[in-house]
């Protein structure tokens, strides 16, 4: 089962609107612990996001006499997300965009925030729980008949054991385990059954 940044995403939202005060801003992200707020108008419509980078001294780009409020400062165009795109897929966004955070929007709206950190929860799941599904994506795929395929999951490492059709079959069997959220590798223990 893919897990989805709806999942993970924070709904417990800070944000500033483009006349906030930066230090109001400034406060807020020291407070809260955070690394940054996107700034919304009234609406909830996203319109740039602040980040401490955009609040230390030194930073590159005009001077700071004269800058006020989280427009002043804010980056835009902003990189969102959907509740509906995966874990992977949002890593890969934050990572191509080289940023720490995006907001997640619902036609415009923001509804939540994902963090790097956030996308780090897939590794969390329990073992049972990555075995169950592994299980469930099998039987579903229905790749797996005619193989008498065991699961075993230990620490997120997948164990794929007993027999199966073909060598293409287990590669397959392999790949699909390979997807569920959670999984660190994946032991291919099987093999091909003796024609008979």
């Known amino acids: ?46 319109k740039g996001i602040v980040s401490e980078s955009d609040l230390q001294p030194g930073k590159e780009g005009p001077p700071t006499r004269g800058l006020l409020t989280a427009a002043d400062v804010m980056t835009r165009p ?41 996308l780090l929860r897939p590794y969390l799941r329990t073992d049972g729980e990555i075995r169950a599904d592994v299980e469930e994506v099998l039987l579903r795929e229905g790749i797996s008949e005619g193989a008498q395929v065991w699961v075993r999951v230990h620490a997120g490492v997948v164990m794929l054991d007993g027999t199966v059709r073909d060598q293409r079959q287990a590669a397959i069997l392999t790949q699909l385990a390979r997807a569920v959220d959670g999984v660190i590798d994946v032991r291919d223990l099987m093999r091909v059954a003796e024609p008979v």
């Open 1 to 46: 089962m893919k897990m989805r940044v709806g999942d993970v995403m924070s709904v417990r939202l800070l944000c500033a609107h483009p006349d906030t005060p930066l230090q109001e801003v400034a406060r807020t992200i020291v407070r809260n612990r955070i690394g940054g707020m996107p700034v919304v108008d009234a609406e909830g419509q996203v």
């Open 78 to 118: 902003v990189i969102t997300l959907s509740e509906e795109d995966t874990i992977t897929q949002a890593a890969r966004v934050l990572r191509r965009h080289r940023v720490k955070r995006a907001p997640v929007v619902r036609e415009g709206r923001i509804v939540g925030m994902i963090t790097q950190s956030d």
